[in-house]
């Protein structure tokens, strides 16, 4: 793929959404609840540089910096550690090497500065909290960060419904799955405006009838494990599909 497409591929991924390519993987790649945006409308796309930190010092981030490629994304495991690893001297010395944003499983400060240099930065949360600078971590292995690995060339997307990261192998196949997804939610979209009801797009009017019984729903990623959850009437795959 060259620098062009790949550039395209990231457009279209962040245009997707983050919802929507998750829903359309079939993995479980999407990170806690807890990794939010640190400013509001903060949203990135780009292959992970992944870091290793010893909790509670930033060295390894100040290290990566000298090693990450234009164009890629920061993903921090920092154990999910409430410090301030992140400021703006850090993000004004990533923008100059042309990173294109953070995601840590920890903290970071100075959250105005990051908003007035649009710089997009996921995190646990704010702190102030200081950080040593004496241990080096690990660069470019595999970290995990709001409990899903990942590896140094993941594709990583975030936006305000949360972050996720998908194993290089499976970025291809996820961009199309993405795009045949939104192609039907729009489709369920329009018959919506004609005044179709959610009940019969989705067929669920049996299930919500009074008195019905149905087998329960997987909740989480992808379709139901037919194991646990048999469905002969594909009505649970149909769901999983859907919203």
Known sequence: MTHRQR????????ELGASTVYEASGLACAMDAGIRPAWAGARLCGAAFTVGCVPGDNLAIHQALEHAS????????AGGALFG????????????????????????????????LAFPAFARG?????????R??????TVTVGGVPVSRGSLVLADRDGALAIPRERIE??????????AKELAIIERIRAGESTLDLYGLRRAAA?????????LGHGRPDPQQHPDPTG?????????
Do not use: C, N
Not at 7 to 14: D, N, P, V
Not at 136 to 141: S, Y
């Open 173 to 182: 196949p996820t961009l199309r799955a993405a795009r045949e997804r939104r």
């Open 210 to 218: 009074p008195g019905a019984t149905e087998p329960p729903v997987a």
């Open 7 to 14: 550039a395209r591929s990231m457009r279209e991924f962040l």
């Open 70 to 77: 234009p164009g890629e994304v920061l993903v921090v495991q």
């Open 136 to 141: 080096a971590g690990e660069l470019g292995g």
């Open 126 to 134: 704010a702190s102030m909290l200081g950080t040593t600078k004496h």
């Open 85 to 116: 690893y992140w400021g703006e001297i850090l993000t004004r010395a990533a923008m100059a090497r042309g990173v294109a944003g953070l995601v840590i499983d920890g903290g970071l400060r100075d959250v105005e500065a990051l908003e007035a």
């Open 235 to 243: 009505r649970l795959a149909r769901w999983a599909d859907g919203e």
